[in-house]
């Protein structure tokens, strides 16, 4: 399994994707995600490469005409409770293209949030439909960083060369394994957190949502030093 890389500031391995998979499900409304917007709505071109198997079928985004301003609205119910989420189109059209597909062809639903850190960063991680931290969506694509940048700096790097900043609590952004390869797993952010301007952010959980979190966060991480003691299960997630 493969790490983040943190800056000392920071534990390793907190927020992780790694590019294993299984496919062990049957499809669920499978061409949901290939339908392209309408000509006209965006004008940005992204690419979804390949990348292994999915953890269960699933078809790749459209990659043209991808809405590139404003913002979307999608609401998550976790552990029986709404988390609104407002997507940034304008500064992440690429990952909002790949999260929506997901989220219309059912891909988050019935699924737990598998890793939830309590200690110098504060993320709940979730996206992954085997629970384990290993899936994702069989394609990768590119970093979206221009939010991430434009963070405050705590004034240290990483091992990269990457400075570190500030995550506010409230962000939505993109577990990696390395540059360039998102897929499906994402963090959300309960309390202001020091990580490298390296992870995605497409997004923001509204304030009841991330009461909803931090009430999840608040019961603790497991025995297993990964998961959390609540449920953290993602049980629906619908578009506006």
């Not at 913002?71 to 990952?95: F, H, I, N, Q, W």
């Not at 293209?97 to 019935?110: D, H, I, K």
């Not at 025995?223 to 953290?232: E, G, I, K, L, Y």
Request: aromatic share 6%.
């Amino acid at each position: 399994m493969q790490t983040l890389r943190l800056s000392a500031t920071t534990l390793a391995a907190l927020v992780v994707l790694t590019g294993c998979s299984s496919t062990t499900e049957p499809a669920s409304n499978a061409s949901a995600g290939s339908v392209a917007p309408a000509a006209g709505v965006g004008s940005s071109t992204c690419s979804y490469p390949k990348d292994g198997d999915p953890t269960k079928p699933v078809d790749p985004p459209s990659t043209s005409h991808i809405p590139d301003t404003g913002t979307s609205l999608v609401t998550m119910t976790v552990d029986d409770e709404p988390v609104a989420l407002t997507l940034d189109r304008a500064g992440a059209p690429c990952t909002v293209n790949s999260f929506e597909s997901l989220a219309r062809q059912g891909w988050f639903t019935n699924t737990k949030c598998h890793r939830l850190t309590d200690q110098r960063i504060f993320v709940l991680q979730c996206g992954d439909p085997s629970g384990k931290g290993t899936g994702g969506p069989g394609y990768v694509f590119d970093d979206e960083l221009t939010t991430a940048k434009a963070q405050t700096k705590t004034g240290q790097k990483d091992a990269q060369g990457n400075d570190v900043v500030v995550y506010p609590k409230g962000t939505l952004a993109m577990a990696n394994r390395g540059p360039a390869t998102n897929g499906s797993q994402f963090f959300m952010v309960y309390a202001d957190s020091p990580l490298p301007a390296a992870y995605t952010v497409f997004g923001h959980l509204d304030a009841a949502g991330l009461e909803q979190v931090q009430k999840i966060a608040a019961q603790g991480v497991a025995a297993d030093n990964t998961s959390a003691n609540a449920p953290a299960q993602i049980s629906t997630v619908t578009m506006g």
